[in-house]
């Protein structure tokens, strides 16, 4: 069973950062890739990030000021936020990707970026 739980959100001032995790099971994860996505109050889902085996992709509203990774042998992905907005408070979810659409979704968590 494929399971992705997400971790590491919470309440952060402007300009503050903040590390996602995502920890993942059953299913080969360095072989796989996978995505952030969030989704800001009363809005719809916006792509943030992925990464494969190859390279890393940033959404143009982040480059520069967040980095994805993975450690392959905790089976986790990781969101490195800096220079946080207030426009980046969403709700997170990483997903799993198939043919580079996210196929397993986590549970998301909770960013919120204020003073």
């Known amino acids: 069973e494929v399971q992705l739980v997400e971790s590491g959100g919470g309440l952060v001032q402007p300009g503050g950062s903040l590390k996602l995790s995502c920890s993942a099971s059953?299913?080969?994860?360095?072989?796989?890739?996978m995505t952030w996505v969030r989704q800001a109050p009363g809005k719809g889902l916006e792509w943030v990030s992925s990464?494969?085996?190859?390279?890393?992709y940033y959404a143009d509203s982040v480059k520069g000021r967040f980095t994805i990774s993975t450690d392959n042998a905790k089976n986790t992905l990781y969101l490195q936020m800096n220079s946080l907005k207030s426009e980046d408070t969403a709700v997170y979810y990483c997903?799993?990707?198939?043919?580079?659409?996210?196929?397993?979704w986590g549970q998301g968590t909770q960013v919120t970026v204020s003073s």
């Open positions: 997903a799993k990707l198939s043919i580079g659409t996210p196929n397993y």
């Open positions: 059953g299913f080969s994860f360095s072989s796989s890739g």
């Open positions: 990464i494969d085996t190859y390279k890393t």
